[in-house]
């Protein structure tokens, strides 16, 4: 990667609260490799110029991210796109680490205690990702985001992902994973609860959600044409490059700060006008409600494995925030049976 790519990537470093894109809640295209290229560094494998970017972005998220210009009525549709965008952004780059920690397992080789719990943050962060991407309301949804994609095929899906058939078969949950014996069931817990996530989000966007999203996991399994993975980038600002690793790193971060912040100002679901739905019964479970709770932690706990940092020194999946991150973790979400 040149050294110019390198430090715009990493440019968030350098400046505390807003710095992505050219202002609050815009927007920047992300790079990735061509699948199955894998993502996650080694420990030790940064150059010195990023490893001095993740340690101060570390160092930062235990001090809090700041804050940004909160939204109000007139701009909450621009703050659900943002969320839809570059939350997707975040997921397709924790699917890409889950593949490669899939692999490990698979592979048996390097400590496998290790790569359990890679794979458990992942998945962890995952479920928080679905809550932060599906918190536009059902109004907004149903008048901006939804046809959105329509315009771009009549059958868009989010099946047509170029990076989500490596996770597919992890999600689905038919075989687990052979991790370590003692880490089975944490791993198989995060799975029930992204699946959880997810039906609970369809159903509070879309009439008749849940049976809509078991219809389409059964159509994931008919081939895709070659075409809809190049329609699906598209749609979602991705582009498709041989960047290495450390610059698909930056970039998972810059956009995980933006998130920080953004939640940091806004909470989950913000409090705007009419800006409340019903909760679904799926999203008002404890397990959910945690998750909320998790989500800024989680996610800098993924930045830090995805930077190469043994996973011995983060915090354990749903075991409060990241050491310092200046609260207790809490996203203003509130109580989920409250919204």
């Not at 044409?225 to 790193?249: I, K, M, N, Q």
């Not at 930045?303 to 915090?315: H, I, K, M, Q, S």
């Amino acid at each position: 990667m040149r050294a110019t790519s390198t430090e715009a990537a990493l440019g968030f470093s350098r400046h505390r609260g807003w710095d992505f894109g050219d202002y609050p809640y815009s927007m920047e295209p992300l790079t990735l490799p061509h699948p199955p290229e894998p993502v996650t560094l080694a420990p030790g494998s940064l150059s010195p110029a990023a490893e001095d970017a993740v340690t101060r972005f570390l160092a930062e998220a235990r001090e809090g991210f700041g804050t940004t210009d909160p939204v109000d009525a007139e701009s909450l549709e621009r703050l659900f796109w943002f969320r839809w965008i570059i939350g997707h952004h975040v997921s397709f780059v924790i699917w890409r680490l889950i593949a490669d920690a899939l692999a490990d397992v698979h592979e048996g080789t390097g400590d496998q205690d290790a790569a359990a719990v890679r794979l458990t943050e992942y998945v962890r962060a995952y479920c928080g990702m679905l809550l932060y991407t599906g918190s536009s309301t059902r109004e907004i949804y149903q008048r901006t985001i939804r046809p959105s994609m329509y315009r771009q095929h009549d059958k868009f899906s989010g099946t047509w992902a170029p990076d989500y058939p490596a996770v597919r078969s992890l999600f689905r949950g038919r075989r687990p994973p052979p991790v370590v014996p003692h880490r089975t069931a944490e791993l198989l817990r995060e799975i029930a609860l992204t699946n959880q996530i997810h039906l609970g989000v369809a159903s509070k966007l879309v009439e008749r959600g849940r049976s809509l999203l078991q219809a389409a996991v059964l159509e994931g399994n008919i081939a895709a044409h070659r075409s809809w993975g190049a329609v699906f980038d598209c749609y979602f600002l991705t582009l498709r490059a041989p960047v290495d690793r450390e610059e698909v790193t930056a970039q998972l971060l810059r956009r995980q700060k933006a998130v920080a912040i953004d939640l940091a100002t806004n909470g989950l679901y913000p409090d705007v006008g009419d800006a409340l739905d019903p909760v679904p019964e799926e999203l008002r479970e404890p397990a959910v409600a945690e998750c909320e709770k998790d989500l800024i932690p989680a996610l800098v706990r993924t930045a830090a494995l995805a930077a190469g940092r043994a996973p011995d020194t983060v915090t354990g999946s749903g075991g409060g925030p990241y050491p310092g991150t200046g609260t207790d973790g809490d996203t203003g979400s509130g109580a989920p049976a409250a919204r």
